[in-house]
């Protein structure tokens, strides 16, 4: 089917382990985006990739890592995860800049660092 | 850097009754501005958006939004919520064209 999946829906985890989130899209949109959702902070962009192996750091980029060698991927690696990385994390995708391009999300993945 | 305040973090109406949630920004120049609905579980959708043009912006689910440039406000209405709206309203501003800025989210909750 057509659009954006995220696996795993749901990870546990335990602190100092690397974790990598998965963010795939069928749509071939350039521009790719993590965001973590916690309360009281709505989300916020950890990074973002305007094409195949263009990345940059959102607001929160420390302690993740991405990479994007291809289109249609974007993973999320926390190389070493940490409590205050509990969180809910989502990607988006949108295919350009213009007024008629819309940020589609995914459904978001549920990150427990024990 | 821009920012999006959405005073109120919950909100509770009755079913039938009107809705306004507010959203404020802070941006020097004309916004790119949306509203995204995300249900309990769920990711986010997208409500409706402003770029340009008529101030009054229609949406999907009966939702729509004003911008007013004066008061730096981008408010979400409703006429009559349906028990189906309950859910959490997240406000964003569109940062130099390929960013998205939120707000920290309203939750709705509707009684019947």
């Known amino acids: 089917d057509a659009g954006i999946t995220q696996s795993p829906r749901y990870k546990i985890t335990e602190t100092g382990r690397q974790v990598t989130l998965m963010c795939h899209q069928t749509?071939?949109?350039?521009?790719m985006f993590w965001y973590r959702q916690d309360l009281g902070h709505g989300l916020r962009l950890i990074y973002y990739?305007?094409?195949?192996?263009?990345?940059d750091k959102g607001e929160v980029p420390d302690g993740y890592v991405v990479s994007r060698s291809k289109t249609e991927n974007f993973p999320l690696t926390l190389e070493s995860a940490t409590r205050s990385q509990t969180s809910v994390y989502f990607c988006?995708?949108?295919?350009?800049?213009?007024?008629?391009?819309?940020?589609?999300f995914g459904p978001g993945t549920r990150l427990t660092v024990l | 850097a821009q920012s999006v305040t959405q005073p109120d973090i919950h909100i509770t109406v009755s079913e039938g009754a009107s809705l306004e949630l507010r959203c404020n920004y802070s941006?020097?120049?004309?916004?790119?501005l949306f509203w995204y609905v995300q249900s309990p579980g769920q990711g986010l959708q997208l409500l409706l958006k402003?770029?340009?043009?008529?101030?009054l912006v229609q949406g999907i689910k009966g939702f729509e939004a004003e911008f007013k440039r004066s008061q730096s406000s981008f408010n979400l209405r409703k006429p009559s919520v349906h028990w189906s709206d309950a859910a959490e309203y997240f406000c964003?501003?569109?940062?130099?064209?390929?960013?998205?800025?939120f707000g920290a989210g309203t939750i709705l909750r509707v009684k019947s």
């Open positions: 988006a995708s949108r295919a350009g800049t213009g007024e008629t391009d819309t940020q589609y």
């Open positions: 749509w071939s949109h350039s521009y």
């Open positions: 990739s305007a094409a195949a192996d263009i990345t």
């Open positions: 941006y020097g120049a004309t916004p790119y």
């Open positions: 402003y770029f340009s043009g008529d101030t």
């Open positions: 964003a501003v569109d940062e130099y064209g390929n960013k998205l800025v």
